[in-house]
């Protein structure tokens, strides 16, 4: 029986081991160095939306689509909020990049529809945005609350058989020759036939023990809660890059609000025993982030603001995410740098990765996602670099 090791327990992670062992793969074991949803799992908006801006963004995103369908039956405990979709809303100035976009999704028979600033307020009247602006609605789209995704999700995983041991960190990755043969932990040396790196925000340092590396950066992001709305909360998600930020309906008829920060320079993980504890919760872009939101969500200003969540968002050179098995080494597969949109694509990711091992070949052509897309001057310039979010790529989940 063969052994696979994933290293890392959030959303990817997870994901992978439930593929694998739906395929019955052989024996999974999965590594975290935390709780499960030590990293940014647990701290996601959990949007999701198949409009995105690449043949295989597109083709991902429908499969995701339909295993967050798919687990909103299987999991207990857990629901895919698909009930109004997801909204991508438009000023005149944004709205010719993503027009030019339509042939795309039409080709790909990815479901959609344009809506006036009088449609949008006809369907969901909590919702008011200027009359020259534009939705693109995604009826495949909707959000999780990670909260009750990531317990979902372990459970089955684990009645499956899967073993999850947490607490336990990864320091090395084994390496004998052009093959990777298991991974060290501070307890003892474990062997594998496949090394899963699922560890997203860590991934540098622990590719680096391989001496190997992948173009990623991260980048912190931020998301608030609110306390209950007035009323009841109908309406889609909204990835409202006008006004900088991204609004849904959270838990307990709350608002989720999501405040991108385009001045922030990226943030260097160079070790394992980094933790996103850390980081400040920054409230002073609550305020700003409110007035901005102030005509097209009418009611925001009254809201108390109730909890906080800071994490990472990993970006690779070309703003698409690395997925499938490393170059130059045998028996290693990683999944990272989703940009803003990892929750989005888990299910997917999962199920690749879990192909990748049980088939060779993913079931969608993933060439434009293979680390083996960067040359390795280029990945060494990349990194050397320090850049700001608003220099990297512009991408919502
Ligand atoms: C505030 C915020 C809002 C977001 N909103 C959205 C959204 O609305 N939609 C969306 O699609 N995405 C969103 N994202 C992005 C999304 O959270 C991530 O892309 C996604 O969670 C990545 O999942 P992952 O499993 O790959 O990584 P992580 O969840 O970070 O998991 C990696 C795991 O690996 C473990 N690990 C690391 N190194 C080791 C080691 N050496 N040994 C053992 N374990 C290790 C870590 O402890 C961690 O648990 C958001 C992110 C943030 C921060």
Redesign the pocket.
């Known amino acids: 029986m063969k052994t696979i090791i994933i ?7 997870l994901s992978t081991a439930y593929h694998l062992a739906r395929l019955k793969a052989g024996r999974i074991i999965v ?4 709780p499960i ?12 939306c198949a409009l995105l801006w690449t043949e295989t963004g597109v083709r991902a995103r429908k499969v995701a689509t339909k295993w967050f369908r798919h687990l909103s039956g299987e999991l207990s405990g857990y629901t895919y909020h698909n009930e109004h979709g997801c909204l991508n809303l438009f000023s005149p100035e944004l709205w010719p990049t993503r027009a030019a976009l339509l042939p795309l999704y039409d080709r790909l028979d990815a479901p959609y529809q344009i809506l006036s600033a009088e449609q949008i307020k006809a369907r969901w009247p909590q919702l008011n945005p200027p009359e020259n602006y534009l939705g693109l609605h995604d009826p495949l789209g909707g ?1 999780s609350e990670p909260t009750d995704y990531l317990p979902a999700l372990a459970k089955r995983v684990r009645e499956f058989g899967v073993e999850i041991r947490e607490q ?4 090395e990755l084994l390496r004998s020759g052009n093959r990777i043969t298991g991974v060290r932990t501070d307890a003892e040396c474990l062997s594998a036939d496949t090394v899963v790196v ?5 991934i540098l340092p ?1 590719l680096a023990t391989a001496g190997l590396r992948i173009p990623a950066k991260t980048f912190i ?3 608030f809660v609110s306390s209950p709305l007035p009323g009841a909360a109908a309406f889609p998600p909204v990835n409202a890059d006008p006004y900088l930020g ?1 609004i849904r309906p959270a838990a307990g008829n709350r608002l989720l609000l ?1 405040i991108e920060t385009p001045d922030v320079p990226d943030l260097k993980v160079s070790s ?1 025993d980094y933790r996103m504890e850390t980081l400040a919760e920054p409230w002073e872009l609550v305020a700003p982030a409110v007035e901005r939101f102030a005509d097209f969500f009418p009611g925001i200003q009254q809201l108390k603001w109730e909890s906080a ?6 970006f690779s050179l070309d703003g698409e995410p690395i997925i499938g098995p490393m170059p130059g080494v045998e028996g290693l597969l990683v ?2 740098c ?1 940009h ?7 299910p997917a990711v999962g199920l690749f990765l879990a192909e990748y091992v049980t088939n060779g070949a993913p079931s969608i052509d993933l060439s434009a996602f293979l680390p083996a897309r960067f040359a390795s001057d280029e990945t060494a310039e990349y990194l050397a670099t320090s850049i700001t979010q608003g220099q990297s790529f512009k991408r919502r ?1």
């Open positions: 290293v890392g327990a959030g959303v990817t992670g590594l975290e160095q935390g949803g030590n990293g940014s799992s647990s701290r996601a908006g959990g949007i999701t959000y336990v960190t990864v320091r699922a560890s997203y925000a860590w622990l992001h931020q998301r991204y999501g394992f969540k800071v994490g990472l968002l990993s999944g990272c989703f803003s949109g990892g929750f989005s694509y888990n989940h």
